[in-house]
């Protein structure tokens, strides 16, 4: 599924937490019981793939916010992908250039 909004002037880890949230949130309202998340920011990534480990750290409110939405998933995977390698978020961020 392709999802599109605008975030704004925002750095791309906060643009990566933002598209996590909502996108979680989407798929949660769709009865979607597992995940897979690609993401081209390796701070992101690997923050909720270990995310077991935020219980411990003091957080933000919209981390808090995607740890408790992650937890409804039967299974979620994180996997980082290299932006040259990831075609999808080029195309999309190209497409935000142009708009913006």
């Known amino acids: 599924m392709k999802f599109a909004w605008g975030l704004g002037n925002i750095t791309n880890n906060q643009e990566e937490e933002l598209t996590l949230w909502l996108g979680s949130k989407i798929m949660l309202e769709r009865r979607i019981d597992h995940l897979i998340v690609l993401g081209d920011s390796m701070l992101v990534?690997?923050?909720?793939?270990?995310?077991?480990?935020?219980?411990?750290?003091?957080?933000?409110?919209?981390?808090?916010?995607?740890?408790?939405?992650?937890?409804?998933?039967?299974?979620?995977?994180?996997?980082?992908v290299k932006r040259e390698n990831n075609k999808i978020a080029n195309e999309q961020a190209n497409i935000r250039v142009c708009l913006d």
Not at 61 to 74: A, G, S, T, V, Y
């Open 45 to 80: 990534i690997h923050k909720f793939h270990k995310a077991k480990d935020m219980v411990q750290k003091k957080i933000s409110p919209l981390d808090e916010r995607i740890w408790n939405q992650i937890q409804k998933f039967e299974s979620i995977s994180f996997y980082y």
